[in-house]
Nanobody, 119 residues
C-alpha cells in the first residue's frame, strides 16, 4: 500500500492550496484518512480527519479555513485550505487506516508535501 501526496508548494499569505493524497495497492477498504502537519521544530499534529462515513474533524487552528473530502471510488483524499497564514507552513502528511486485501489492518503514512506560506 502506498500513499502519495501532491499539491504542496509556495503560496502567498491569504492564498489557497488543494492537497491530494492517492492511496494505491492491495486495498480492501479504507477506514479513515487524515492530514497531519509538522512545522520546523514541532511535533506532527492533526489537521483534519475523515471517516468512512465521511464524518469530519478539524483542528481548531484550521476550522473555517480547511475542507477535507474523499473520493472513495479513486481512494483519494483532498484538503482544501483557504486564507493561508505563514504559521500554516509545514510538511503535510497523509495518513490512512487501511484494511488490506489480505485482511490485515494497518496504518500508513505518505512521504509528505511541503507547504510554505509567505507573509
Amino acid at each position: 500500500v502506498q500513499l502519495v501526496e501532491s499539491g504542496g508548494g509556495l503560496v502567498q499569505g491569504g492564498g489557497s492550496l488543494r492537497l491530494s493524497c492517492a492511496a494505491s495497492g492491495s486495498i480492501f477498504n479504507i477506514n479513515s484518512m487524515g492530514w497531519y502537519r509538522q512545522g520546523p521544530g514541532t511535533q506532527r499534529d492533526m489537521v483534519a480527519t475523515i471517516t468512512s462515513d465521511e464524518t469530519t474533524n478539524y483542528a481548531d487552528h484550521v476550522k473555517g479555513r480547511a475542507t477535507i473530502s474523499r473520493d472513495k471510488a479513486s481512494n483519494t483524499m483532498y484538503l482544501q485550505m483557504d486564507s493561508l497564514k505563514p504559521e500554516d507552513t509545514a510538511v503535510y502528511y497523509c495518513h490512512a487506516d487501511i484494511l488490506t486485501a489480505y485482511m490485515l489492518n494497518a496504518e500508513y503514512w505518505g512521504q509528505g508535501t511541503q507547504v510554505t506560506v509567505s507573509s
